[in-house]
């Protein structure tokens, strides 16, 4: 079983930054480098999206759209915890941001893949961002 927890979100002005969190545990993830891991965001009236995820092994990194620059995906393995900083925000970065893992890894966690699309096995509650301008 796994369990993943976000933290970190916020309210900030536009231009500010944020770093948010998910602690994974459970049995099956002793180790989130055996997982394709990633970040999703869903705004008010829209569809989810894709943020940036990251790959088995913890070295090969994606990010989708308008935060390439602005968003860094990382890991903190002796934490088993996934990182985002998000900097140089937007009010339109305002989103709930969820947290996904799936053992898959390789073509279907690529930039092409089906991760992206969020087919992740495991999800968290989310932790809110909101952006005032």
């Known amino acids: 079983q796994v369990q993943l927890v976000e933290s970190g979100g916020g309210s900030v002005q536009a231009g500010g930054s944020l770093r948010i969190s998910c602690k994974a545990s459970?049995?099956?993830?002793?180790?989130?480098?055996?997982?394709?891991m990633g970040w999703f965001r869903r705004a008010p009236g829209k569809e989810r999206e894709a943020v940036a995820s990251?790959?088995?092994?913890?070295?090969?990194?994606y990010y989708y759209d308008s935060v390439k620059g602005r968003f860094t995906i990382s890991q903190d393995h002796a934490q088993n915890t996934l990182h985002l900083q998000v900097d140089n925000l937007k009010p339109e970065d305002t989103a709930m941001y969820y947290c996904?893992?799936?053992?898959?890894?390789?073509?279907?966690?690529?930039?092409?893949?089906?991760?992206?699309?969020?087919?992740?096995?495991?999800w968290g509650q989310g932790t809110q961002v909101t952006v005032s301008s």
């Open positions: 996904a893992a799936d053992p898959r890894g390789g073509r279907y966690c690529s930039d092409s893949g089906i991760f992206r699309q969020g087919y992740a096995e495991y």
């Open positions: 459970g049995a099956t993830i002793r180790d989130i480098r055996n997982y394709c």
């Open positions: 990251i790959d088995t092994g913890g070295v090969t990194t």
